[in-house]
Every structure is written in structure tokens, then in C-alpha cells.
């Protein structure tokens, strides 16, 4: 009851968020954008159901997630319609101009990992940015790797979905061409992203010029066109069609690299999900070049402490917690990249006896010494959301165009935004990317190769049963994420919309700097920790939403949305939804 009453005072506290966005005019410029501050999360934020779920970051992406599963679609089928859907409601994120990956845990049967993460085109090479100007590997038409949503969304919904592709895309379709209310949520990123949309032919979808308001309507006719087309000839009409050929056509005008050669060439890549065990939980990950490995080695370092017993927030707990997070960051640094490119040790850096080495050469005290670096503004952008059906089939997809609305560009006649993903590879040894990872060889720029990223979709069982399903946009923040996620659950017992909601912490060793959200910490933990050499800063930035499930021991789906995403929504079966909200 003590740790609940003090969870109940660190949540308590309001959140605002600022974003730094690049000016497609001047990349080399900066401007922050402050969101409005978010009201305290609910004291009990969880959506009940005996039968199917969905949350994601935006309501009506989730409503249609739901209705699809009423209509008799499986997880995977809500999936690939909540896909297409955010591609039409949450233009920041969501995307047709992107990439990701899915997980996908069968009720009965092996888990298995679509990756559909973008590719470096094939004129890239490990020097493209080094003469170019600052901010190329961000804004405009260079930054662009080839998209990968379409062609994953097509493989799940063939392989594993039950509904035909037009009437899972059919909402999206609507939402595009006969609009959709804007909410106050909505809103407020069109605004934080108003630098990226400058470009006339986005301004005008977007109304950047006169501003948009909570109850107006967005209508986007040419992402509509673009979507029929899909719905009608599949992959092929995004690969093989006008519309790669409209986006090649733009690039080869505005500067940037992609041929249709890139478009016709594109491949995803389905494998075996990343398994680790951390206290007898089974935790289902991504793989390389995603961000499950440092996850699990995190999880590893902190299996040999006895969390629970030591506290929830108490400075021992949070050295541990912070020194895991170093090691995890450095090494997936050091050793990770593409795995089609670049050989990783994942063998070593999974095993329980690896993490012991690391556990010796933690201090019991003092933070771990790392060289000064300057703070970095982590400002990209990610949206993730998760799926459980009523048979029990449990759907994690994270998916992205890096940053808020990607590199700030969209082909004529295509309705939709580009991602900026070339930043994620090592553009420069030695040189931070947008989120302060100075990243190694193994991730320099390579024809047709994966960037690394952070995104961990993540699904957890215990006796071989469904627990946990978990995800989070956030750059490279998503790790650390889903590790508090799942730690406030299994070692301090915690609800689980108090777990997602709880404040959090996130350190990567460069900057040296940790970040903390409001009232993370008390102030005497935050002395006593200043004391042992960690430095702290609850500098506005990205910290995600957390869209979770979990299948608590009644055999009852609990769903949460984060409240840092107002619009987003974890939402039931129609007729089936019960709110547990005061």
C-alpha cells in the first residue's frame, strides 16, 4: 500500500512536451514547439474486456480496430486496418511512407516477426551526407529511405489475416475521403509539426497556413485515391505503380536518391521474434537492427539485483536501473546493425552469464564514468499499437516515419508524408544522430540496407500463457520504455495503467546527462543520486505512449491507453467495453 500511495504522488503531477523540429527552409535552424500540459492521468485508466481489444495513439484508428474485430476479423486483420488507419488520423506518425515491424503471437502456435523497416537506396553509400549541408539526412527529399508499411501490412493480412484486403482498408478509405473531427490531441501535434508542413501542396491538406482547430474536419482526397489503389491492386500498385513513380519523379526534382529500382527491389523480412526470460516471464521482442536485444540485456543486468526488495525509485534501484541502461545503450552502439550486413554477437550478448560480467563492473556506488557530451533534443517520432482478439491472438506493431511527419515531404498525387529513417544509420563516425546515439560501423549507410532502430514491439507470456502485449513510439527512449513497463509490473506489482502511466527515467550514457520526467524522483533521491555522479534535466522531450494489454489471472483483458497521447484510446468490442474511469 506504501508504494502505491507513492506511485499515486508521482503521477499526480501535470506533463508538457516540446518537440524540436527542422525548418524545411533552413535545416540548420531549430524551433521549439511547447504541447499544451496534459491533466493527471486517471486514477484508474484501464478498459476491461472479456473479449477482443485494441489501443493505439489515436481514437478513431483504435474504433476501427475494434469494429473490425466485431465483424468477425482476427488480431492480425485489426491490425492491418488500425495500420491504414492512423496513416489517415495520425499523419505524424502513422504512415503509408514508412516502415516498422510486427509481432505476431498465434493463441496457439510460434510467435513470428515481420520487419518491413525501411531501406538506404541503391545509389547510398557510407559518404552520402559528409559534403552535404547540416540537416540532409533529416529534411527534404535525401532523407528518404524506401517506405515499407505497404508491403509489410500486405504480408501479415495474406499470411495470417482472415478478411479481405478491401474491407480492411475500407475505413481508412473513409476516414481519408470524407474527413474526420479533429481533437484537441489531434491538434496539438498538427501544431507542434507545423515547421515540417510548409511545403504547398502539405500546407494545404493540413492547413498550416490558417491553423487547425479541435471539431474541424481534415479531409485528405489524394491519400484516399492512394489508398483505393491499394486496396484494389496491393503491394504492387504502392511498388509498381504511379505511386512509387510519382514519389521517384519528386525525388529525382527536389535532389534526393530513390529510383524505382528501390520501389520494385524492396523486400521485408520475416523471421523468429528475439526470445529472453527475466524471472521466469518470457519476453517476446524485435530482433535486429530493432531494438529487443538491448531490452533483453537490460532485463538480464537487472535479474541479478533484488529490485522489489531494495524499492521502487530508492537511489540503489535506480543506479542499477541506470547502469543497465549504459550497457545496454553502449553495446547495441558497438554491435548492431542490419543482420543481412553485419555480424552480431547476439549469442553473447543474450546470455545470463554475459550480464553477470557486466553486473562486476558496476560499481556498488558511483555512477559508471563516461566522457562529457552535450545534451541532445530527442525529437523524433514513432506510434505503436497492440492487439488482442478474442481467440487470444495477440498483435504488437510499431511503426514510423522517425521524426514528427519524417523528412517533411509528400510526392504530388500521394496524400501521404516520407520518412526521414537515413538519419538513423551512422551518417558520421563519431557524430550523434538526432537522439544523441553516436552508433558504430556496423550501421554505416549500405545499399538496401536496414538502419538500426529502437522500436521494440513487445509481447509477454508466463507459463506459456498471454500476460503482456507492449510497445511505445519515442526514439531511442522506446527501450527504456518498455523496460520500466515491465518491471513496474513484475517487480513492484504495480496496476498496469500504473505502470505505463508511472513517470519515467532514461539515460544512454551519451549525453551523460539522465532525463527525467516531472516528479520521477524525489528531490533527496535526486541528491543523493547527484552524489554518486549522475546528472540530471527534465528537459521537455519525447517520452512516448506506452499502448499496453495485459491479461490479468481472471482471464480479463485490461487495456490502457498513455495519457501523454490524449488522443489516443484503448478501446473493446462494440458492445463489450467497460470503463473502470473516475
Known amino acids: ?3 502505491l500511495s507513492f506511485l499515486g504522488l508521482l503521477v499526480g503531477g501535470t506533463f508538457s512536451l516540446a518537440i524540436a523540429v527542422k525548418s524545411q527552409v533552413n535545416p540548420s535552424s531549430i524551433d521549439v514547439f511547447q504541447m499544451p500540459e496534459l491533466p493527471p ?3 484508474d485508466g484501464r478498459i476491461l474486456s472479456e473479449k477482443g481489444l485494441v489501443v493505439s495513439t489515436q481514437r478513431q484508428a483504435s474504433e476501427v480496430g475494434a469494429k473490425i474485430l466485431a465483424q468477425g476479423g482476427n488480431a492480425v486483420d485489426a ?3 488500425i495500420g491504414y488507419a492512423l496513416a489517415v488520423t495520425e499523419p505524424c506518425c502513422g504512415n503509408l511512407g514508412g516502415g516498422g515491424f510486427m509481432l505476431i503471437q498465434p493463441a496457439q502456435g510460434k510467435p513470428t516477426f515481420i520487419n518491413f523497416r525501411e531501406k538506404a537506396p541503391l545509389a547510398a553509400h557510407k559518404e552520402l551526407y559528409l559534403k552535404q549541408p547540416r540537416g540532409a539526412s533529416r529534411n527534404g527529399y535525401l532523407a528518404v529511405a524506401t517506405p515499407g508499411t505497404v508491403k509489410g501490412l ?10 479481405e484486403r478491401a474491407q480492411v482498408i475500407a475505413p481508412a478509405i473513409t476516414l481519408a475521403e470524407k474527413g474526420f473531427v479533429l481533437s484537441q490531441g489531434d491538434v496539438a501535434i498538427l501544431r507542434v509539426g507545423r515547421e515540417r508542413l510548409l511545403q504547398p501542396n502539405i500546407a494545404e491538406i493540413f492547413g498550416t497556413v490558417k491553423g487547425q482547430r479541435a471539431g474541424d474536419t481534415l479531409v485528405q482526397k489524394d491519400l484516399a485515391q492512394t489508398l483505393k489503389k491499394i486496396a484494389q491492386g496491393g503491394e504492387k500498385a504502392f511498388y509498381q505503380g504511379e505511386i512509387a513513380e510519382n514519389i521517384v519523379k519528386a525525388s529525382k526534382a527536389e535532389g534526393g536518391i530513390l529510383s524505382l529500382a528501390d520501389f520494385t527491389q524492396y523486400t521485408i523480412r520475416q523471421e523468429k521474434p528475439l526470445i529472453c526470460t527475466y524471472r521466469g516471464y518470457e519476453v517476446i521482442t524485435a530482433p535486429p537492427p530493432g531494438g529487443g536485444l538491448p531490452l533483453c540485456q537490460m532485463l538480464n543486468i537487472l535479474e541479478g ?5 531494495t524499492g521502487f525509485r530508492t537511489p540503489q534501484a535506480l543506479h542499477w536501473f541506470l547502469s543497465a541502461m549504459f550497457y545496454g545503450y553502449r553495446d547495441r552502439n558497438l554491435y548492431l546493425g542490419d543482420p543481412d550486413f553485419v555480424s552480431i554477437p547476439s549469442e553473447k550478448l543474450l546470455s545470463k552469464s554475459y550480464a553477470a560480467q557486466l553486473r562486476t563492473k558496476i560499481p556498488n556506488y558511483f555512477a559508471i564514468r563516461v566522457k562529457n557530451t552535450l545534451p541532445t533534443k530527442l525529437d523524433g517520432q514513432t506510434t505503436h499499437y497492440s492487439v488482442v482478439d478474442r481467440q487470444g491472438n495477440a498483435v504488437a506493431v510499431t511503426y514510423t516515419l522517425n521524426s514528427y511527419f519524417g523528412a517533411g515531404v509528400m510526392a504530388p498525387k500521394t496524400g501521404f508524408l516520407l520518412n526521414n529513417e537515413m538519419d538513423d544509420f551512422t ?23 536496414r ?12 507459463r506459456g500463457r498471454l500476460f503482456l502485449v507492449t510497445g511505445t513510439p519515442g526514439g531511442s527512449t522506446i527501450i527504456t520504455t518498455i523496460l520500466q513497463v515491465i518491471t513496474n509490473i513484475i517487480d513492484y506489482r504495480l496496476r498496469v495503467d500504473q505502470a505505463v502511466n508511472s513517470p519515467r527515467l532514461h539515460y544512454q550514457g551519451e549525453p551523460r546527462t539522465v532525463l527525467i520526467e516531472k ?3 524525489s528531490n533527496q533521491v535526486r541528491r543523493d543520486l547527484e552524489k554518486r555522479g549522475y546528472q540530471f534535466s527534465e528537459r521537455l522531450t519525447n517520452w512516448g505512449a506506452a499502448e499496453t494489454i495485459l491479461l490479468n489471472s481472471k482471464g480479463v483483458l485490461e487495456g490502457v491507453n498513455d495519457y501523454r497521447r490524449p488522443a489516443g484510446a484503448a478501446i473493446a468490442e462494440p458492445q463489450l467495453q467497460k470503463s473502470l474511469t473516475r
Open 519 to 521: 516528479k520521477a524522483i
Open 154 to 163: 500486405e504480408a501479415a493480412l495474406t499470411q495470417y489475416g482472415t478478411l
Open 79 to 81: 491490425a492491418v486496418a
Open 41 to 43: 492521468p486517471p486514477e
Open 305 to 309: 539485483y533484488p529490485l522489489e526488495e
Open 451 to 462: 538502419p538500426l532502430s529502437s522500436m521494440s514491439p513487445t509481447i509477454v507470456k508466463h
Open 1 to 3: 500500500m506504501r508504494l
Open 427 to 449: 551518417t558520421k563516425l563519431g557524430s550523434p544522430n538526432q537522439y544523441g546515439l553516436s552508433q558504430g560501423s556496423a550501421n554505416l549507410i549500405e545499399p538496401g540496407k
